[in-house]
């Protein structure tokens, strides 16, 4: 039984001791120069709005409307929390606090209004994306007979809506019948794959049955094995389109030929450094983890000139190989920090065992540690291959002309973030290619965000 | 008929001397392999150097040194069997020294050179000179040409001048490297044979990378009131900020939502998880323009309905920063928050319930129970994410680019720009007019300064007393 900490209890925490006073007295001041300093931005800062232009719809006053609303709101989930407190004391049959539910449902109005604002974005790329008019970055307004929001094109017209920045995408791509097929498969497998995870749901807590497992494990491949096929013989020959946009399935494969060989690579390097830190013990063990950890704190980027002059050297300039190079040496250090942590955490009775059944250290390594591994090389894999997946610096550093670059950089080649000038022309085609990119990675996250929280919360390192 | 052999030392000898052993066989036998790479490629070089020959790959040598490294390897594990513990680090030690170490050794010596897009080592191709081959040591000028002012000599004879000779029929061919011996009425003097079927039609000076000392620092530390302090300034208060304003947003949403009472609490937690996993280079992007537009943005038409007048986001010095700080909250909340909820899930119930049982508030029972559990478990995670901002190059460079521009600041040190971003606009925007040199003398600070931050991380991340188990 956990006892809380002295300093837990409200008496503790009121009793000040006198040479503590100075301390306080600095905290205090501390906090006066933040108020101050803060009152001094916000007048700096409200100097410096521009005034209000024909574009923006402005409703003098609107935030009086917005409070009202919003008091009208919590006035009324005062008399719903007595609602909630009377069903449910109905429900459970003992005394609900009428504070405690109001509590939660003040909660929920909070978290409902985050969760607008965290997700406005993404609603307003998806928005434009669907949109050939790109209304929502153009300088106008809606018609006055329009609902507010879509009058003040904050929230898309549905009418007039169409795929047709999608279609520009593809435009003049030439997909062979095998491909198609593959493409088909890939779906398949995925629509199967959603099918099995819905039944697993059913399964919470218990145990999966095996059948339910294998099926699992056969379909995850087989989806694996398409995306590889469909992506891996996409060349750019079937890139007839005019313009760059329309080389974004080409992004898109570079990207994963890119990443996916980045985490084999980091898979590669770093379980067997990871297994030898973890259980061989010789002279220099020690020494090469520190070094490890010292080259780990030098940033990839700070050697970014230095990279370029190595790779433009090895004649590798504008070559996926050179970028890969480039990826794998920043991917060792923490993938084998990581990895020798979960060798650690097996038992080590196992490998004992086997050796002294004759086993060599390598055939321990490759026959009971490999597959014992593998969520952890899963995570090893992902972390690499996302991290790739969102760089754009060196890409954009080594690789130049459209049929070479991953998705990262081609974003960038729409004009809506070159350069300091605005240009709004394919922001819908820009938007189209944001909501198609970012699907894969958010798929994988969603689909292992177990793996993820736990191991980039565990190792404190945000990606 | 015996053989009487010794048998190999199964145990590495022991102390400091094992390392050195390991460690000189292990560098002996890459510097054997690449060795010969090199030597096989300089010969493979010379035989295709003919006409219509191609050029041979520099990365052959990567190639070739890994065939030869292998049987070296096994024959070296034959003789010192202990060996083999360090072949398993092999490939992890070999790519951190090509692509990791490497790279820091040439940043450091570059950090001392004069290194720039001019003193390249390579043709300039504002230099020229058209000739014809008389014999394979001399070419013929030009009727007319000069050769001191169109190589920039600094002597009449241009002697010892570094040449290279572009490929007269490939241009994509590397230029052949020379030098001048001297120039005397019209005829160039090479200081080494070109190949009998080799017709140059040009040549360019090349400018070798210099070694200046410590020009590049006391450059950057003369000019350091309108680029370094600033720019150090506004890092450090950037990753600061940020870094607070995400955990206590983080924290408030985490413990908002560890309320075990609350339903749909997994759907609140799914929703808000979505920033995370959209990869942070395509949502900078859709942040910048679409919602951060002075006229036409999303947030200013938003305000509008609010009565609000437009906010400058991007034109302005001290709103681009609140933009900035703004689009990392939203970037790098989901983390905090699910960082929160993962610590909050090992703090055990009974706590609480004493709590409630001694009659604290809600209010104690998160100063004095959350908060205090979640110290141990935030400190490194709040460390980490400052190191990390302090080098969060791609959200300045793709939401700001560091602007908007100051008056009185260099083109190169805007009033966004953190120490990363300055050391990339000297070296590859048209700004900074690829120096190199002084690149590599910022990077070397920011190196610096990261270091002493990682170092005080990982201390208090227990991460050497970890290593040393």
Known sequence: MIQPRPSASPVADAYVPANRLPA????????????????????????????????????????????????????LLFGTAYL?????????????????????????????????????????????????????????????????????????????????????????VVIYGWQWVMAGVGALALLWLAVVNLRTRAFAGGLLPERLQLERRYTSILLIAAIIGFFAFLLPGQFTG??????????????????????IMAVILTTTAGYAMARLRFPGRFQTLMFFIFVQMFPNIVALVAIFSIIKSLDLLNTFTGLILAYSGGAI????????????????????????????????????????????LVFIFLLQFIGTYAEFLLANVLLSGAVNWNVGVGLRSFGVSGGTSTNTTYYGQFAAAAVLGAIPIVALFYGFQQVFVSGTVAGGVKE | MTVVRRAPRQAPPAGPSGVFIAIVTILGLCAVAFGVGWAVTQVLAGIFDRPGGFQIPAYLILILGAIVLI???????????????????????????????????????????????????????????????????????????????????????????????????????????????SVEGGVITLSSALPEFYKPIQVNRVNPIAFIGFANFSDIFAKAGVQLWPVLVWTVIFAVST???????????????????????????????????????????????????????????????????????????????????????????????????????????????????????????????????????????????????????????LLTQGGPQLEGRLATAQSTDILISWGYNTAFTAAGNAAYGPASAIAIIVAVLTIGISIFNFRAAGVFKEAQK
């Not at chain 1, 409703?59 to 917005?66: F, K, L, R, S, T």
Request: glycine content about 8%.
């Open chain 1, 242 to 263: 005019s313009g760059t946009a329309s080389r974004f399935l080409l992004w898109i494969r570079n990207t994963f030929l890119i990443s996916g060989l980045t985490g």
């Open chain 1, 24 to 75: 306080r007295i600095l905290g205090w001041s501390v906090v006066a120069a933040l108020v101050v300093f803060l009152i001094w931005l916000g007048r700096e800062l409200g100097s410096r709005l521009k005034s209000p232009t024909f574009f923006i719809l402005r409703i003098e006053n609107g935030w009086v409307y917005a409070l009202g609303g919003l008091l009208v709101i919590v006035a």
């Open chain 1, 333 to 376: 250090a923490f993938g084998t920090w990581i990895y020798k942590g979960y060798v650690e955490s097996l038992p080590a009775s196992l490998e004992e065992a086997a050796l002294v059944d004759g086993t060599t250290r390598w055939g321990a390594f490759t026959r009971i540690v490999l597959p014992l591994s593998g969520p952890m």
């Open chain 2, 243 to 397: 870094t607070l304003i995400n955990v206590v947003a983080g924290l408030v949403l985490g413990i908002l939502l560890n309320n075990k009472r609350l339903k749909f609490r997994n759907v609140y937690r799914t929703l808000l998880f979505l920033p995370w996993a959209i990869p942070a280079v395509i949502s900078v992007q859709i942040w910048k323009e679409g919602l951060m537009a002075t006229n036409t943005g999303a947030l200013n038409r938003l305000g509008g309905l609010f009565g609000g007048v437009p906010i400058p986001w991007r034109d302005d010095e001290l709103w681009a920063k609140v933009a900035i700080l703004l689009v990392n909250l939203w970037l790098g909340f989901p983390y905090m928050m699910t960082a929160t909820l993962s610590a909050l899930s090992a703090v055990p119930e009974d706590l609480y319930e004493a709590a409630e049982v001694d009659g604290a508030s809600k209010w104690q029972q998160v100063t004095g129970i959350t908060l205090p559990m979640l110290q141990a478990a935030f400190t490194p995670i709040v460390l980490s994410t400052f190191a990390f901002n302090f080098n969060n190059f791609g959200l300045i460079y």
């Open chain 1, 84 to 172: 909630g407190k009377v069903i449910g004391e109905r429900s459970r049959g003992r005394a609900v606090s009428y504070w405690a539910v109001l509590g939660d449902q003040l909660t929920h109005l909070i978290i409902w209004v985050i969760i607008l604002a965290a997700l406005y974005p993404l609603i307003f790329i998806i928005g434009t994306s669907l949109d050939p008019l790109n209304r929502l970055v153009q300088g106008s307004l809606g018609k006055p007979t329009d609902p507010l929001l879509i009058r003040s094109r904050i929230v898309p017209p549905l009418e007039g809506s169409d795929l047709s920045n999608y279609a520009a995408l593809f435009q003049g």
């Open chain 2, 71 to 181: 049987p070296l390897m096994v024959t070296a594990v034959r003789l010192l069997p202990w060996l083999v513990n360090w072949y398993y680090l092999l490939p992890a030690i070999v790519f951190l020294l090509a692509f990791t170490v490497y790279p820091i050794v040439l940043t450091v010596g570059y950090a001392f050179t004069n290194y720039s897009g001019l003193n390249s080592g390579e043709s300039d191709t504002s230099t020229r000179l058209e000739v014809t081959k008389l014999s394979r040591v001399q070419l013929k000028l030009a009727a007319g040409a000069n050769a001191q002012t169109e190589l920039r000599c600094d002597v009449p004879t241009c002697a010892g001048v570094p040449i290279a000779m572009p490929d007269p029929q490939d241009a994509k061919k590397k230029p052949r490297a020379n030098s001048i011996v």
